[in-house]
């Protein structure tokens, strides 16, 4: 299981390294990263200059629906809902 465990979190730092930003949504759906903020943690513990900021879940599932198909119930308020969205400073 640690093998694994180090090609997710490997998968997320190279994803992260290409510039591409990534919440905790994203992370469980494109790499089965269970915990992104321990992750996170981390690689800011190991020097990465990790940022974050609040973004609306409506631009996250634009992202993910780009790969992914994700349909959210129709009564949730996506327009309300905040996800925190992390990327590298460079």
Known sequence: MSANRYG??????????AGNPITRLEAIIYFGVPSLTSNISKMR????????????????????NK???????????INEIEMTEYWLEK
């Open 8 to 17: 997710v979190t490997l998968a997320l730092k190279e994803h992260l390294a």
């Open 45 to 64: 513990q190991e020097g990465w200059m990790v940022k974050s900021r609040k973004v609306s879940y409506v631009r996250v599932l634009l992202r993910i």
């Open 67 to 77: 790969v992914a198909v994700v349909k959210p119930p129709i009564n949730l308020p």
